[in-house]
């Protein structure tokens, strides 16, 4: 069974689950994973994430490790030389005065700036999460300030990663 089928099987109780603490659950999965783990030791930290999260019906936890797998391979062949930043709390200050604060999912570091990776668990069909990955443009862009701000390093590029569907959307500047 696929990520997104999982996603969208029915549990037992015949309920769809709940995609943002699926999400959640997901996120912190992401966040925690490093593929050079043993491989019982990384489903195990799948289930208890997903256990955690009460979310474990939803999901097998192979689909968590496929999804870190999937991410980590495309974060090779793209950025080689990537060191990874997990869960970067971000702020900066506007000319305004307003406190812009998040958290970026992932922020790489490589040797000509930096690339901001905000995961999305949307599991509708690949046309209508490009069309949402273009709704957060808004967040990476204050990302990416923040991090420039932060570092002095540019932000090369900024991406929506959909775990749920195996891709990634490029959001342009």
Do not use: N
């Not at 943002?20 to 992401?30: P, S, W």
């Not at 971000?90 to 999912?105: E, F, N």
Request: glycine share 6%.
């Amino acid at each position: 069974m696929s990520f997104r089928q999982a996603c969208l099987a029915r549990p037992a109780a015949g309920l769809a689950p709940d995609m943002q603490i699926l999400g959640q659950a997901v996120h912190t999965f992401l966040a925690a994973d490093r593929p050079d783990r043993d491989p019982q030791l990384r489903l195990q930290r799948a289930q208890d994430i997903l256990d955690r999260w009460q979310v474990s019906p939803s999901l097998p936890p192979q689909a968590l490790v496929s999804a870190s797998q999937a991410l980590h391979a495309w974060v090779q062949t793209r950025w080689p030389q990537a060191t990874w930043h997990r869960e970067l709390a971000v702020h900066h200050r506007l000319p305004s005065g307003t406190l812009v604060q998040g958290q970026a999912d992932l922020v790489l570091s490589t040797p000509d700036g930096l690339v901001v990776i905000d995961h999305k668990t949307f599991p509708g069909r690949l046309q209508d999460a490009q069309t949402r990955a273009l709704g957060h443009a808004g967040q990476l862009a204050a990302y990416a300030t923040a991090c420039t701000q932060a570092t002095g390093q540019p932000v090369l590029e900024r991406w929506i990663h959909l775990p749920v569907l195996g891709q990634a959307v490029r959001v342009s500047r």
